[in-house]
């Protein structure tokens, strides 16, 4: 190493920003600040300082905090000596007020706070007495010109702990939304967005958002169609805004899925039989369910949509009307998933993704599917259409009340088992 840095040291200013710029900011911050004087200078250039993302993002979509050790170097040492620097934070909220603490950001304007929970909602926007009454926070933020709010919220929280937050930031002009929010009243649509958040905001010009509302069916008379929800967004400029609206009658659910396109998440979860399409480059991880069944021609399109596809999670005990119509179709074809998930699920999709004359798959394949379903499509692991497919898996999950016999060990040659409870 000693050898390394001697080489690192000789090289001119320009060769080492090069090489910084390959790198990830925090990365770069946290190896390098410090050793010397020459380093810091560079270190202090906009380009490592104006935007940090003090958080993780796993390769399974999930954001985590920085690790401790990380996290105390940059609290207590790096953070104060570049604060006039940063303009944007990325933090995740069980390390917000750590890093918000350690110094002044004067001159921040914009936001990324991920991971919000509810009790974490609750604690940073609104104030509790000891008498138990909540009172809202009406401190405004008139600096703040870029925020970014991205958390999963329980009914009611969207009125009371969201709609008050971004009033307060009056001088908005760039804001990012993406909501998961299970809401017993209404849908929130374009007029939702306008009446309580955009008709505040006045210099807002820019507004991406995702938002999935969910609301219970109890006897309502008519029900708001896709359509309808389409229409509240007509006046909206900009990106365009895609919405899908679906009912489950056996889990007494409504929900409506609305979203700026292009898309900007890396996951897109609850696709149904009424998904909208497009081209989803940046997604790797999607989820499905219906009540109604998945066709062979969904698959064809889900795949078409999203070329990167590395997660898949399926749900539907719906078995296929038209499983034996599909001989004009292409292969449905997968080639970067590696993980498939097929729980509470009708043995016709485990036959679909399995059977090789259907679908193919990619190597190294992770599989979780239930043990009865598997054991009926590929005839007690005989079949020989199965063969090529469930030789790609190289891990499967399935219930640890079923025992594995010589069979089924010959039918996964190369799969490591894990069962779960």
Not at 69 to 94: A, G
Request: with cysteine; charged share 25%; net charge positive.
């Amino acid at each position: 190493m000693e050898h390394s840095w001697v080489q690192l040291f000789d090289l001119p200013d320009e060769m080492l920003m090069i090489i910084f710029k390959k790198l990830e900011n925090i990365d770069v911050l946290y190896s390098l600040w410090g050793i010397n004087t020459r380093f810091d200078k560079i270190l202090h250039d906009s380009i490592f300082t104006s935007s940090l993302t003090l958080l993780k993002c796993l390769s399974n979509c999930f954001i985590c905090p920085l690790p401790d050790t990380i996290l105390d170097r940059f609290c207590l040492q790096i953070l104060s000596q570049i604060c006039l620097k940063i303009k944007w934070l990325d933090i995740e909220s069980s390390s917000m007020e750590r890093i918000l603490l350690a110094t002044e950001y004067s001159n921040l304007c914009g936001l990324g706070i991920y991971n919000i929970t509810e009790d974490v909602a609750i604690r940073l926007f609104i104030d509790k007495t000891p008498l138990g009454r909540i009172k809202k926070n009406q401190e405004e933020l008139p600096n703040l010109r870029s925020f970014s709010l991205r958390c999963q919220l329980e009914q009611n929280y969207y009125d009371e702990l969201i709609i008050p937050l971004l009033r307060r930031m009056s001088n908005l002009e760039s804001l990012s939304l993406y909501l998961a929010h299970d809401h017993i009243h209404r849908f929130i649509d374009g007029n939702d967005l306008k009446k309580n958040i955009i008709n505040h905001i006045p210099r807002l010009n820019k507004f991406l958002f995702n938002i999935r509302s969910i609301i219970s069916l109890n006897d309502q008379m008519s029900l708001l169609s896709n359509n309808d929800i389409q229409r509240t967004f007509s006046n909206f400029t900009g990106n365009q805004i895609i919405s899908c609206v679906d009912y489950f009658p056996k889990m007494k659910r409504g929900q409506c899925h609305a979203y700026s396109y292009p898309y900007t998440l890396n996951y897109y979860h609850n696709i149904t039989n009424n998904f909208p399409g497009g081209l989803f480059k940046r997604v790797g991880e999607i989820s499905l369910y219906d009540e109604h069944p998945f066709e062979y021609e969904f698959f064809i399109e889900i795949a078409q949509a999203f070329p990167c596809l590395r997660k898949l999670s399926l749900s539907n005990r719906k078995g296929q009307k038209l499983k034996n119509n599909n001989m004009n179709y292409p292969l449905i074809k997968y080639p970067h998933l590696n993980d498939l998930e097929l729980i509470d699920i009708h043995k016709d999709y485990v036959e679909l993704f399995l059977d090789n004359t259907k679908t193919l798959l990619s190597d190294n394949l992770c599989l979780s599917v239930e043990y009865r379903p598997l054991r009926k499509v590929t005839n007690n692991f005989k079949k020989d259409t199965m063969r090529f497919n469930c030789a790609k898996v190289i891990q499967l999950m399935i219930p640890a009340k079923f025992k594995i016999s010589q069979r089924f060990k010959a039918y996964f040659p190369h799969v490591k088992i894990s069962q779960f409870y």
